[in-house]
């Protein structure tokens, strides 16, 4: 059974359930310094450095070899290796938690990497040098813990984070990244007023602590409370003539997500719009329409975080941000939105709201399994219709 290598907390290493003795804390120093780098040669001077200081006493290099051979036999001739002036522990990378910690982050995957943290990194290793690396480490766990919540606040969890934001800002009360985003997560809680007392509180501890002013970021998202809701109308004008389809119609009053596909010419779009036309006054906050044909998410959030309100200053440079200050806007808004032409389900999933208050009606020529089953799409298939019910 493979090692498993842990320094995401105190260090320790196991082999399936089973904690594995490596000896004395100076010894786990040493395998600790191999692990940072590992499959990389640490020359001898550097491991002394690291383990005993800038400046190690005489035996200290006597003690080294010692530690090494100790460590080979505890782990069972997994090899450490004495190579060009030093050593080098070879293993696979993805068995050290913070080596998978980083992997993880790289590939957006948060969640998973934040699970591997059990406590303060290295724990209770001593040291100028593993005291820096605690803190370089604990900033990347920051970083990713904020990013995460990027990404579930744009997958709708304002209420659900409210708690778990509210304890951080009481333990990192003058980071304005985390203030903003429990400001989100109130306001898609649908409390403002407490989102407003919090900026508040926020602005007068920097200018007693530090002599500042929030940032731009957070004055652009007071502002968006603050400013009169824009109820945006944008959809293109009724089709006329429509007759039929009534069977059609009154499936798309199912569910907060219905999607209207069929092969081109069935009449997705005028059905879509007949029927959003006949349904506006149920949606008094606003109706968003775009054409999604060719076009990237991305920039489709930019353009309807736009259309509810945001000038350019306000809309972060984050694409995941910017899809969780657009779920934010529609929060406590009853809206219709028409998604037409989609390509796939992964054009359209960054431009659901993440409350079932809006609906959205997303009309395709592909069937959009993933919105049907990862998102409780209702499914309505279109036949081509008769010529005297098609658009002319």
């Not at 800038?54 to 997994?78: D, F, I, K, M, T």
């Not at 303060?120 to 900033?139: D, H, I, S, Y």
């Not at 941000?321 to 406590?332: E, K, S």
């Amino acid at each position: 059974m493979s090692l498993e290598f842990r320094l995401l907390g105190p260090p320790e290493v196991r082999r399936g359930t089973t904690l594995v003795d490596v000896g004395h804390a100076r010894q786990m120093s040493v395998l600790a310094v191999l692990l940072v780098d590992v499959n990389q040669v640490v020359g001898v001077d550097k491991l002394l450095a690291r383990v005993w200081g800038e400046a190690p006493p005489r035996q200290a290099r006597a003690a080294l070899y010692s530690y090494v051979s100790r460590l080979r036999a505890a782990l069972e001739g997994l090899p450490i290796v004495r190579r060009s002036g030093g050593y080098v522990l070879e293993a696979d990378p993805a068995a050290v938690d913070l080596h998978r910690f980083r992997s993880l982050v790289g590939e957006g995957r948060h969640g998973e990497a934040i699970a591997l943290v059990r406590g303060e990194p290295f724990e209770g290793l001593q040291g100028a040098w593993f005291a820096g690396l605690r803190e370089t480490v604990a900033g990347e766990i920051t970083a990713a813990e904020l990013d995460h919540t990027d990404a579930r606040l744009a997958a709708g969890e304002h209420r659900t984070l409210v708690a778990e934001l509210t304890a951080r800002t009481a333990e990192r009360p003058l980071d304005e990244r985390l203030a903003g985003q429990l400001m989100r997560a109130l306001i898609g809680a649908g409390r403002q007023s407490d989102a407003l007392a919090h900026h508040s509180r926020l602005r007068h501890r920097l200018a007693e602590d530090l002599g500042l002013d929030p940032g731009p970021a957070l004055r652009d998202l007071v502002a968006s409370i603050q400013r009169p809701q824009w109820n945006p109308r944008r959809l293109p004008p009724a089709p006329t003539g429509f007759t039929g389809r009534e069977a059609e119609l009154a499936a798309l009053g199912d569910g907060p997500i219905v999607t209207i596909t069929g092969p081109a010419g069935a009449g997705k779009t005028w059905l879509a719009l007949h029927w959003a036309h006949a349904h506006a006054a149920d949606y008094p906050d606003g109706q968003l329409f775009v054409d999604l044909t060719g076009s990237d998410p991305a920039d489709v959030v930019r353009e309807l975080i736009t259309a509810l309100g945001t000038g350019p200053d306000g809309i972060p440079p984050e694409p995941h941000a910017q899809t969780a200050l657009y779920r934010t806007l529609l929060a406590n808004r009853r809206m219709l939105i028409v998604l037409d032409n989609a390509a796939d389900t992964a054009q359209v999933v960054p431009l659901l709201p993440g409350t079932p208050r809006c609906r959205v009606v997303v009309t395709s020529r592909e069937r959009l399994p993933g919105l049907v089953t990862a998102h409780g799409a209702h499914p309505v298939v279109l036949q081509p219709a008769p010529k005297h019910q098609q658009r002319p």
